[in-house]
């Protein structure tokens, strides 16, 4: 009964509201450091770009994206998405709804229609805001996001936000949200292009650059709030288990 008062419309809308208005707090009560600080006079002409992030990062991945930005982001279509729909309306960020996924699992997901929506609004001048990973296989790059640069033209930047003060939380992504009263970091990477006609060579060399990107923000973010990322490890023990 609970579960299911918690799935309404009205129920969404009110856990979404309550933590975007969390999030707004997080923001303005932690001392925040850009690195590069200058990344956005750098990507400002470039717009739209792909923002790439781990699992785990979607609650603050919000924090990176300066108001002048138009951005979309990909929300699941089960469980907490809605809500998180929601929250990132607050925030400025609208949503696609649908989730990466392998095989079969991908029209089930909606993967396949979410796609050629964040095509359409990266065309449009959206920025896309996407996790790198699909659910399950942590820190593991899949190829929808190199895909959906390839068909859209678009350089994917790998970054990452963190907080000094934050809740780690023990699931498949280590998924984090920070806390008030902190020091944040926000780490842009370099950006990974490639080419339309690209083949699976250079798509697959893409993807381990993105992997690398993403591995090398993450450590930096951590390293400038004084911390230890908790999901370093993640990809080795997915690896484990699918062996």
């Given at each position: 009964?609970?579960?299911?008062?918690?799935?309404?419309?009205?129920?969404?809308?009110?856990?979404?509201?309550?933590?975007?208005?969390?999030?707004?707090?997080?923001?303005?009560?932690?001392?925040?450091?850009?690195?590069?600080?200058?990344?956005?006079?750098?990507?400002?002409?470039?717009?739209?770009?792909?923002?790439?992030?781990?699992?785990?990062?979607?609650?603050?991945?919000?924090?990176?994206?300066?108001?002048?930005?138009?951005?979309?982001?990909?929300?699941?279509?089960?469980?907490?998405?809605?809500?998180?729909?929601?929250?990132?309306?607050?925030?400025?960020?609208?949503?696609?709804?649908?989730?990466?996924?392998?095989?079969?699992?991908?029209?089930?997901?909606?993967?396949?229609?979410?796609?050629?929506?964040?095509?359409?609004?990266?065309?449009?001048?959206?920025?896309?805001?996407?996790?790198?990973?699909?659910p399950k296989r942590a820190r593991?790059?899949?190829?929808?996001?190199?895909?959906?640069?390839?068909?859209?033209?678009?350089?994917?930047?790998?970054?990452?936000?963190?907080?000094?003060?934050?809740?780690?939380?023990?699931?498949?992504?280590?998924?984090?949200?920070?806390?008030?009263?902190?020091?944040?970091?926000?780490?842009?990477?370099?950006?990974?292009?490639?080419?339309?006609?690209?083949?699976?060579?250079?798509?697959?060399?893409?993807?381990?650059?993105?992997?690398?990107?993403?591995?090398?923000?993450?450590?930096?973010?951590?390293?400038?709030?004084?911390?230890?990322?908790?999901?370093?490890?993640?990809?080795?023990?997915?690896?484990?288990?699918?062996?």
């Amino acid at each position: 009964m609970g579960f299911s008062i918690l799935k309404t419309r009205v129920a969404q809308e009110t856990l979404g509201r309550l933590l975007a208005g969390y999030l707004k707090l997080v923001r303005r009560t932690n001392r925040t450091v850009v690195e590069p600080a200058d990344i956005y006079d750098h990507v400002r002409p470039e717009l739209p770009l792909i923002i790439a992030m781990w699992h785990g990062q979607h609650i603050m991945i919000p924090f990176a994206r300066p108001d002048w930005m138009p951005a979309c982001s990909l929300v699941s279509r089960h469980g907490d998405g809605g809500f998180n729909a929601v929250a990132l309306r607050e925030l400025g960020i609208g949503a696609i709804r649908g989730s990466g996924a392998l095989g079969r699992k991908v029209r089930e997901k909606g993967g396949a229609s979410a796609f050629l929506a964040m095509v359409r609004r990266l065309a449009a001048g959206d920025t896309m805001v996407l996790t790198a990973d699909i659910p399950k296989r942590a820190r593991i790059a899949g190829p929808g996001i190199i895909a959906l640069a390839k068909a859209s033209g678009r350089p994917i930047h790998p970054v990452a936000v963190v907080t000094s003060r934050r809740i780690d939380f023990n699931s498949w992504d280590r998924a984090s949200i920070g806390l008030p009263f902190g020091r944040c970091a926000i780490v842009v990477g370099d950006p990974i292009r490639i080419a339309r006609d690209a083949d699976e060579a250079a798509s697959e060399a893409a993807r381990l650059a993105l992997q690398a990107g993403l591995d090398a923000v993450h450590a930096r973010a951590y390293e400038l709030v004084g911390s230890r990322d908790p999901g370093a490890g993640l990809r080795a023990a997915t690896g484990a288990k699918a062996a």
